[in-house]
């Protein structure tokens, strides 16, 4: 494939430089004000060369194609304007061309409430995935972050780690899982809104990329536009109300620009009861411009979020409780205060210089991140769960009972749990207070610390040989040190912490202190240093009906632990430095184009990548001990799409199949299991496991009138496991049996039967139609009504094994485990279709040169209330037990579920001038 797509790009080459070409002449400037557009983008759709305006809006390009083409002049805030041109070597003078602005634009904020929202128990899975697509116009896309989203939507099935974020071109990807943090920026949509992005396989300027795509958020002031912008947001999503100001000076006559941006979000509670949130950000950038053809720029991002997390629930609890319904928090002295709050600050620092001459550009850049990412919980020791959803005061423990089911009990259960739903913090207080305690805590609030220390530097050069042909490459260097720790926050009345494992009465911190106090490192304290290098090259060509692009990058990969307490568990390894992990890796991808016309072409792209496993798969328990994963292999990823494109001047949109396969991943997972094993916290090790990607998109999109705009969307996927994986268990104390554990403290659980069954990455199959209206007088209204289905929740990997059909007590199989009551218990769960209807509206005004816009949407309008997602749980260890608790038909061991928001709206008004 690699050396098709090389002889493709290079035999084709057969350029006639001395083609006289067509004139395309033309100003930009802004309606209503009748101010130039600076840096307007002028683009021919399907072509890979970009123009743009100069300081007074004129644009003066040369293209070489002949035929029927459509242009296309963009600007950010702005409504893209499209021209239907023929080109046949004769000049074309467009005149004044009137940008109108924005005010969709406003849907960004919209997205980031959803996204920013706690759906997910730490979010970044689905947040990530939805802010990569915020600025493409590409219409499916589109549909997928706005609408679909809500329903944890996941383009082609992937994660956020496989599209690639960078600002000023340095990546921002976090090494711990390889998904970008957007709560770094968060707030600060006004200056990140200049967005590049890159879909899929298609090449980029900044790097090799990632397979959904890269956006390249351009935050240099002089990009931005002048003037000051002020809003005021109002949500009952995440946070319920937002202030933000910006100002961008625009160069000076000296050369000097500058640009500051701040905003507040807070909500004392948010959809989901108990979910505080409280942020603040501030963007401060300075950029000076010697000339034309070059800038040096400073900038500093610092962005503070705190919230409050919600649960997955049981079908269970659902049901006695609703979607809105979170056991994490509980009143003290009045006030709501939650057990499980998040909060980031994490500081970025960025120098940058760019130099753009007529056929050459080079971008340098370096970035210095710094600060915390603190999650806190409670913990508990040798006392009871405070959680008031522990499966023992719920009445499935009574009517599931070994014994026979206990209706008085359960019904006691019921009506306790409804008189008292929320955390107790009283009886944590009282628990800890109480004189046989002599001071010792039974409960404490503490806090799992990352201190992380990041520094990038990346570069990339573009060189374009002849009209024709264009020559890139670059690279990145990142390094990583990370202390993680448990942090003391609050010892909830008692006088000190015994830094001691309550299942094993082992030291954690055997070199040290036994009795912790507030803001004491206890229970774990180590550190993660890490590195990675990557250097790509690329080379495109674009001819009259053929254009083609190569790319290949190589990159290296080190990690190593260094623990920093000493765990009585594990004497030999837990303190010290590891062995240093280390992964060498080689990609490749390409891409042909074919131009039937100027409005109708096909591309199909194909890439084979391989990747580093990310550094929280890499140790198997990282917090007490240095064991990597054995003999732990680099992922491989083989992936390929084929695409038709259509731009006609009413209609435009493309039709897609990919087919995409992950090779050799490796995921670990934390959770207590209770079998004839041994009843511990244990760690999960899949290793061998592949995953496949197939399917469709869709999408259309037609002008039905100057007013008027219909949209179809649609996604057939196919996401299954591909592979029978191994799996191992490490346990974390003696509680299990020792005679059934390897020297290492392990057990190999053999093959885990899962090919085929489906990956639980969100609706599998979406559809989507959307109506809008925009009205002369500057106020437009649109409704999409959304259909999601084959949604699948997350399996356990243990019940698909062997030993799990097998009674500790004999060590036979379980009489009743046939293979058609195995298959019965264990089928996998198909979630709910979903139903939604959103609609968003707006409305502008031009005041004394002043722009005012209004901006509203109401999402899930027929407050509809589903399952977004869901997992297994893996408590139950065995056949029997897992058979014992399901006999009822309401298991204490269910799945747990996430669940949607209802009714939700957005409003924001902004002014700017």
Known sequence: MRTALLLAVFCCTNVHFGQQGTVILGSVQEMGRNLPVPNATITIENTSRNFFTDANGNFDVQVHQVGEYVLKISAPDFVPKRFSLYFEGKPIDLGPVFLEKDIFQERSDNLITLTEGDLLDDGEAVSGALGLLQSTKDVFLNRAAFDFGQAFFKVRGYDSRNGTVLINGIPMNKFFDGRPQWNNWGGLNDVVRNQEYDHALDINSYGFGGILGNTQINVRPSGMRPGIRLSSSASNRTYRGRLMATYNSGPSQKGWAYSFSASRRWAKEGYVEGTLYDAYSFFGALEYLPNSKSSLSLTAILARNRRGRSAALTEEVFELKGNQYNPYWGNQDG???????????????????????????????????????TRSRLGYFNAPNPDPTYYRYLPSYFINSSIGADFINANLAREGFLKHPQLSWEQLYTANTNANNQGRAAYVLYNDVADDTQTTMATNMEYNISENINLGFGGNFKTLSSENYAEIQDLLGAEFHEDMDSFSNTLNDANGKLEKTTGDKFNYNYTLDTSQFEAFGQLSTTLKKWSGFVSASISGYKAQRNGLFVNERFLENSIGESPKVSFSNMSFKGGLTYFLSG????????????????????????????????????????????????????????????????????DINFFFVDSGLGSDF???????LDRLHKGLELGLEYEASSSVKLTLVGNLGDYVYASDPSVQINFDTAGADEDLIDPEGDIDLGIAKVKGLKLA???????????????PNYWWFGATANYLTH???????????????LDPETGERFPDATDENVAKILRQKKLEDIYLLNLI??????????????????????????????YEQSRNG????????????????????????????????????
Do not use: C
């Open 335 to 373: 006030e709501l205060r939650n057990s499980r709050g998040r909060e980031i600050f994490e500081p970025i620092f960025l120098l940058n210089y760019k130099l753009q001459r007529e056929k050459f550009s080079w971008n340098v850049g370096v970035a210095h991140q710094f600060g915390t990412n």
């Open 599 to 666: 409005r109708h072409w096909f591309t199909a792209n194909a890439a084979k990548v391989e990747r580093s496993p990310t550094l929280q798969n890499i140790f198997i328990n990282p917090r007490e001990n240095n064991e990597v994963v054995p003999e732990i292999q680099k992922e491989t990823i083989t992936t390929t799409d084929v695409s038709y494109f259509v731009r006609l001047p009413n209609l435009t949109g493309r039709l897609t199949a990919f087919y995409t396969r992950f090779m050799n991943t490796t």
């Open 682 to 688: 244990v760690q999960e090790v899949i290793t061998g």
């Open 761 to 775: 990455q969100g609706p599998q199959t979406a559809l989507a139609l959307g109506v809008e209206y925009r009205n």
């Open 791 to 805: 949604n699948y929740i997350n399996i356990s990997t243990i019940s698909r094994t062997s030993s799990f059909l």
């Open 841 to 870: 509206g707006g409305k502008s005004w031009l005041v004394n040169k002043k722009y005012i816009s209004l901006f509203a949407s109401v999402s899930n309008l027929f407050d509809g209330v589903f399952r977004t997602g869901g």
């Open 878 to 913: 065995n056949f029997g037990q897992l058979q014992q608790d399901n006999l009822s038909g309401a298991p204490s061991f269910g799945p747990k579920y996430w669940y949607s928001y209802g009714r939700t709206y957005f409003l924001n008004l902004a002014i700017s001038f």
